[in-house]
């Protein structure tokens, strides 16, 4: 690629866009990192162009925060992160990891697993039964039956008769 090629790159890219926009409107780093609230290191790296490649959430939340505070439309802005054009020609959609043929093999034995498991709960093997709850245990809560069996023996009366302190006895005084 000629040099001429890349400042043209360069120049376009997200970050000296940015960086361009805040100097026109004479904006300093400090200043927009108070306005922004985003550290001076991310808006320094951001301009020097090291998040051009990488259209991640964080790196667009960046994009659409500093065109906001510079006045700009916050939507063209990150529209034209994900334009930028590679230099093989491609469009840059994130991080591409080579798997090769040993992460193909993993890939195609996870798929085959995940299929085997999907069709073991949907569908029973012959000699296999299903394994059914035979028996329903209920516990009985023991004090409310007590309380039950006391209140079927007693009047309620009666009961609430004896739950009074009788007059008189040590330790119930009337009050004056």
Known sequence: MSEGNEATR?????????????????ISLDELEQLTRIPRRS????????????PD???????????????LDPDEAVSRMLDEVSPEGQRRVGLRVPLGPLGALIG????????????????QLPGETAALPTEQ???????????EAAAVSQPLEATREESRPAQGAEGSRPRP
């Open 43 to 54: 808006l320094e790296r951001l301009e020097s162009g090291i998040f051009d490649g990488n």
């Open 57 to 71: 959430g964080f790196v667009r939340g960046f994009v659409r925060t500093v065109a906001l505070a510079l006045g």
């Open 10 to 26: 360069t120049e376009d890219s997200i970050g000296s866009y940015l960086a361009r926009q805040r100097r026109l409107r004479g």
């Open 108 to 123: 195609l034995l996870c798929a085959v697993l995940l299929v085997g498991l999907w069709i073991h709960s949907r569908f």
């Open 137 to 147: 245990l209920v516990r009985r809560d023991p004090v409310r039956a007590l309380a």
